[in-house]
């Protein structure tokens, strides 16, 4: 494994420089060794464009994570959809909850999705891994008549590996009452305000892009030179159709300042991690400090302005313990996904597909919109337990709309640990839900 170097000491060309170098000097050492025994070598870079250069100097099994990537796509997605980094930390984290494990079922072909779908007492199907040429392709959310075939590998939320394991005996799939899933319901328009510049900001500009049907204002805001970061966006040649940016120069730590752009009229707030310092913890003590300006400039009647705050080290996270806002530690995020992709390479394929725009995506859900009653009454022989609503309940509605429930999200709890958000909670249980609460489900956005 080849972690990328720290760019908060150095910038991202060295960076990959550096990866570069080991890829090479761990080449030269296996020269002589058969193709066959060559080892899984697993690469984060910063820029793209150099996986090529990569590949062309390994010949052996490699999977490479591109970090800036990876950070703009979860931002990006929790600008979309507030409240998604709690859900994005606990599926690449394996400290605790809920993780996604991908187990070969050989026993399986042949077998449907529909068969499969409810048959895990403590896991959720979210797909099937199938193998693509020289790589993967992850199926998530895949047609409830698609079966598997000799070599898939099927992708089960579940708290082990052990809990992610099929019965013994599958049985007859189901029926359900086919319904349209509600509308996959995002802001047309959004207005967002940028506080801090890294390397990564064009990364991020791009990815906001990828979301045609979309439209995002962005104003940037930093003490690096505006020209300066205006010639490097230029030199990305970003479509300016349906992203339009703008580039302000001053200190959004000096209040009189910040307050001039009048933050509450944002949609979203993001602070980013700075690289004009010598150390991450310089760099975290200037986002806090720009954290709780933001936050004095905010009146008590103002709305509850959606703030994503990145960091770098993770002991900065108990600082916003029951503080309005999200927080995202970019290198905690990049390890986590090293270290799942090092121990199942196939689970790169799972993470692009999550974390890419289109395609399956993580949405959130009023559950009120469901009609849940009405649906559970169409099942043929269903008895709901007690007359309760059970995370069971919701899955069977969320599959009448072709969706998959990976959790929910509670109202009111955006100040704990977790935002509100559940993932796989016990399938019998009674969730004593409101109405303003969540289901938070895998779904197909084009």
């Known amino acids: 494994?080849?972690?990328?170097?720290?760019?908060?000491?150095?910038?991202?060309?060295?960076?990959?420089?550096?990866?570069?170098?080991?890829?090479?000097?761990?080449?030269?050492?296996?020269?002589?060794?058969?193709?066959?025994?060559?080892?899984?070598?697993?690469?984060?870079?910063?820029?793209?464009?150099?996986?090529?250069?990569?590949?062309?100097?390994?010949?052996?099994?490699?999977?490479?994570?591109?970090?800036?990537?990876?950070?703009?796509?979860?931002?990006?997605?929790?600008?979309?959809?507030?409240?998604?980094?709690?859900?994005?930390?606990?599926?690449t984290s394996d400290v605790s909850g809920s993780q996604i494990y991908l187990r070969e079922e050989p026993q399986l072909a042949g077998v449907s999705v529909r068969q499969l779908a409810h048959a895990f007492p403590k896991g959720v199907l979210a797909g099937v891994v199938r193998p693509r040429g020289d790589g993967f392709q992850a199926l998530l959310n895949p047609p409830k008549d698609l079966h598997l075939a000799a070599g898939d590998l099927i992708?089960?939320?579940?708290?082990?590996?052990?809990?992610?394991?099929?019965?013994?005996?599958?049985?007859?799939?189901?029926?359900?009452?086919?319904?349209?899933?509600?509308?996959?319901?995002?802001?047309?328009?959004?207005?967002?305000?940028?506080?801090?510049?890294?390397?990564?900001?064009?990364?991020?500009?791009?990815?906001?892009?990828?979301?045609?049907?979309?439209?995002?204002?962005?104003?940037?805001?930093?003490?690096?030179?505006?020209?300066?970061?205006?010639?490097?966006?230029?030199?990305?040649?970003?479509?300016?159709?349906?992203?339009?940016?703008?580039?302000?120069?001053?200190?959004?730590?000096?209040?009189?300042?910040?307050?001039?752009?009048?933050?509450?009229?944002?949609?979203?707030?993001?602070?980013?991690?700075?690289?004009?310092?010598?150390?991450?913890?310089?760099?975290?003590?200037?986002?806090?400090?720009?954290?709780?300006?933001?936050?004095?400039?905010?009146?008590?009647?103002?709305?509850?302005?959606?703030?994503?705050?990145?960091?770098?080290?993770?002991?900065?996270?108990?600082?916003f313990d029951n503080r309005r806002g999200e927080v995202i530690v970019s290198p905690v995020i990049i390890s986590h996904m090293l270290t799942r992709v090092a121990l199942r390479r196939e689970m790169r394929a799972v993470f692009d597909e999550v974390f890419s725009s289109g395609g399956c995506e993580v949405f959130f859900r009023r559950i009120a919109d469901y009609g849940l009653a009405e649906i559970l009454s169409q099942i043929p022989d269903y008895d709901p337990v007690g007359g309760d609503c059970t995370f069971a309940d919701l899955q069977r509605a969320a599959d009448a709309r072709g969706e998959i429930a990976i959790g929910i999200r509670r109202a009111g709890q955006e100040r704990t640990a977790r935002g509100g958000v559940e993932l796989n909670p016990g399938r019998d249980e009674s969730l004593q839900l409101n109405e303003n609460d969540e289901l938070i489900v895998l779904t197909t956005y084009e």
């Open 1 to 91: 494994m080849i972690p990328a170097a720290d760019t908060t000491a150095t910038d991202s060309l060295d960076a990959d420089t550096q990866t570069v170098k080991a890829l090479m000097t761990i080449g030269d050492a296996l020269e002589e060794a058969p193709p066959q025994e060559l080892p899984l070598v697993v690469v984060e870079i910063q820029d793209p464009r150099h996986i090529g250069t990569l590949r062309a100097l390994y010949q052996g099994p490699m999977e490479i994570i591109t970090g800036d990537d990876v950070i703009s796509r979860l931002v990006v997605q929790t600008v979309r959809h507030p409240g998604l980094s709690y859900v994005f930390a606990e599926l």
């Open 155 to 319: 992708a089960v939320l579940a708290p082990s590996r052990n809990d992610a394991a099929p019965p013994q005996t599958i049985g007859p799939a189901p029926e359900m009452p086919e319904r349209p899933a509600p509308e996959c319901e995002t802001a047309a328009r959004r207005r967002v305000l940028v506080l801090g510049w890294n390397h990564r900001v064009p990364a991020l500009l791009r990815e906001f892009t990828s979301y045609p049907q979309e439209e995002f204002i962005i104003d940037i805001v930093s003490q690096v030179s505006a020209t300066k970061r205006e010639k490097r966006i230029a030199a990305e040649e970003l479509s300016t159709e349906r992203v339009k940016i703008r580039q302000l120069e001053f200190d959004f730590t000096v209040p009189a300042y910040l307050d001039d752009v009048d933050p509450a009229s944002y949609d979203n707030v993001v602070l980013l991690a700075s690289e004009r310092f010598k150390s991450g913890t310089e760099s975290d003590a200037r986002t806090i400090l720009g954290y709780l300006v933001l936050r004095e400039l905010m009146t008590p009647q103002a709305k509850a302005l959606p703030v994503l705050v990145e960091l770098t080290n993770p002991a900065h996270t108990t600082l």
